[in-house]
């Protein structure tokens, strides 16, 4: 009997023992299981993505054409070396004069913070020609800040002003700069410019590209250009959509 009570006591032990074992195995596995999603948590909440026109979520747009037809107000025609013109849904502008040919936006808002995507297609450039955004910009575009991209798909962000003579200056903010992200000539690209304060986010394709910080223009004007150089028998640019939305809480730089 006393062997019989001792087999039993061994029994009852290990049995004890693995209910242990097997409690401190749930609770390492469900302590890791949390650690694991609070990992995973911690990724997704650093990411901070800029919103483009189709994923701003709720908010309506300050701005937008797709260029179906003319209604929105655009100032077209044609002179000697200039051509605005919306038709096939693209606005589309040449210039052979050796100048930049403007299009403000066809509204009377001042935007101060916000985003403004620009989808179009160089349809003749030379390297130096250039197409792209004027931002906050004031009646004349004497004061603003122009985003340019080339014919050689490198990219250019300048501060225009007038000094203390009345003279246009422009002050580089970032120098001319090739990249990969820019279309060629032919190609579509989409370009996104996000203003929030003074920072400025430039993205291209997707991809953010260069960011800037510069306090002196607050708001102002909208408009799209191209710019024919001196070197160069004329530019030609077709607009397909201009989206203008409200700037997020945060933009990203980097």
């Excluded at 037809?69 to 044609?78: F, I, P, V």
């Excluded at 260069?210 to 004329?234: E, P, R």
């Amino acid at each position: 009997m006393a062997n019989k009570h001792k087999f039993k006591g061994i029994v009852v032990g290990l049995s004890v023992v693995s209910a242990c074992l097997l409690y401190a195995l749930l609770i390492g596995n469900s302590y890791f299981l949390f650690q694991a999603q609070s990992n995973s948590s911690a990724k997704t909440i650093r990411v901070t993505p800029l919103p483009t026109p189709t994923t701003a979520g709720t908010n309506q747009p300050l701005f937008f054409d797709n260029f179906a037809n003319a209604s929105k107000g655009w100032s077209l025609g044609s002179v000697s070396g200039y051509s605005r013109s919306i038709d096939n849904s693209a606005l589309t502008l040449a210039d052979a004069n050796h100048k930049t040919l403007t299009e403000s936006l066809p509204t009377n808002t001042h935007f101060d913070d916000f985003i403004v995507t620009v989808s179009f297609t160089l349809l003749q450039a030379s390297n130096d020609d250039s197409v792209g955004l004027y931002v906050r910009g004031d009646s004349n575009l004497d004061h603003d800040y122009r985003i340019d991209i080339y014919g050689d798909n490198s990219f250019a962000i300048n501060k225009e002003l007038l000094d203390s003579k009345n003279i246009p200056r422009v002050r580089a903010l970032v120098n001319q700069t090739k990249t990969s992200a820019i279309h060629p000539p032919g190609q579509q690209n989409n370009i996104t410019v996000a203003m929030k304060g003074s920072l400025l986010v430039l993205r291209i394709n997707g991809s953010v590209i260069d960011t800037v910080i510069d306090t002196d223009y607050t708001t102002g004007q909208i408009a799209l250009f191209v710019q024919n150089s001196n070197s160069s028998s004329g530019v030609e640019a077709a607009f397909s959509s201009v989206a203008v939305y409200p700037a997020p809480q945060k933009l990203p730089s980097s």
